[in-house]
């Protein structure tokens, strides 16, 4: 399909969806729930959880389907309300999402080696805060100021918490091997 059906495609569920048309919602839920599970995947805990966020995430998505200005750019549109449903969770569960006084130390992370659920199985077993800046960071590429504001908390911070991620991986990948 190419990208310009895909578009046409989009157009046509989004206009669907606003009339709340269940075929249409429906559509728009089977084009797009694995992408979007593979979101919550990547920031909860478990795949129970992860189901729950994503199917929360689609409920505002059918709440605001009229506020979309592009319906072509409905997959980015969806994607980022499943990081930011993943985000309000974690935010309401965290007792101290920020350390002070760590010290950033970077460390680089090769997963080229791995099978991604090899990859998706680690990062649920980092912690709620490594999880989040790791995901921020590394996947959702945010510059580290983004996430600081977003975390509420300082860029050194946001750096140490990562650098913990990367090493807390890096030992969780090379154990398996």
């Known amino acids: 399909m190419s990208i310009q059906q895909m578009e046409s495609d989009y157009t046509q569920i989004v206009e669907g969806c606003r009339r709340r048309d269940p075929r249409s919602q429906r559509a728009l839920y089977d084009a797009l729930a694995p992408m979007a599970l593979g979101v919550c995947m990547r920031y909860s805990h478990d795949r129970h959880t992860a189901q729950d966020l994503m199917q929360d995430g689609f409920v505002k998505v059918f709440e605001n389907i009229a506020r979309l200005q592009q319906p072509e750019r409905l997959g980015a549109w969806v994607y980022q309300i499943m990081v930011n449903r993943c985000l309000n969770h974690l935010k309401k569960r965290r007792e101290e999402l920020c350390p002070d006084g760590i010290p950033p130390s970077p ?71």
Do not use: G, W
């Open 107 to 177: 460390i680089a992370l090769p997963l080229d080696p791995f099978a991604m659920e090899e990859i998706v199985l680690a990062l649920q077993q980092l912690s709620p805060q490594q999880r989040m800046v790791f995901n921020l960071v590394e996947v959702d590429d945010r510059p580290y100021d983004e996430v600081a504001d977003i975390l509420h908390c300082s860029e050194s911070n946001v750096r140490a918490l990562l650098c913990r991620a990367k090493s807390r991986l890096r030992d969780l990948l090379t154990s398996n091997k």
